[in-house]
């Protein structure tokens, strides 16, 4: 099993960014589809983006445009770039990882092993 951490989290203003970081320990992720999640508070986890082994990527609707994934094998560490943060992106995010190689799906339950998550918030 991967285990994996996440950092880059924090308070930041409407219109700011911010970088996700999702590293795995003790184990190399490189063939696996990495993604991201977020869960508001009161609200079901939702799909953010997702990048496959191939380099290949998936975004949700919502979120294509001002967030961007991306991946360093040789650091096993994947990142999202959070562009112009808006009030609602206020969630914590987590990483997660599917095993099936190259698969790129925004489905839950394809994803594994999961961080414990990292804070944002963004303020008005």
């Known amino acids: 099993q991967v285990q994996l951490v996440e950092s880059g989290g924090g308070l930041v203003q409407d219109g700011d960014s911010l970088r996700l970081s999702c590293a795995a320990q003790?184990?190399?992720?490189?063939?696996?589809?990495v993604g991201w999640f977020r869960q508001a508070t009161g609200r079901e986890r939702e799909f953010v983006a997702a990048i496959a082994s191939n380099l290949g990527r998936h975004y949700a609707d919502s979120m294509e445009g001002r967030f961007t994934i991306s991946r360093d094998n040789a650091k096993n560490t994947v990142f999202l770039q959070m562009n112009n943060l808006k009030p609602e992106d206020t969630a914590v995010y987590y990483c997660?990882?599917?095993?099936?190689?190259?698969?790129?799906?925004?489905?839950?339950?394809?994803?594994?092993?999961w961080g414990q998550g990292t804070q944002v918030t963004v303020s008005s």
């Open positions: 003790g184990r190399t992720f490189s063939t696996y589809t």
């Open positions: 997660a990882v599917d095993l099936t190689p190259n698969r790129l799906s925004g489905i839950e339950n394809y994803f594994t092993s």
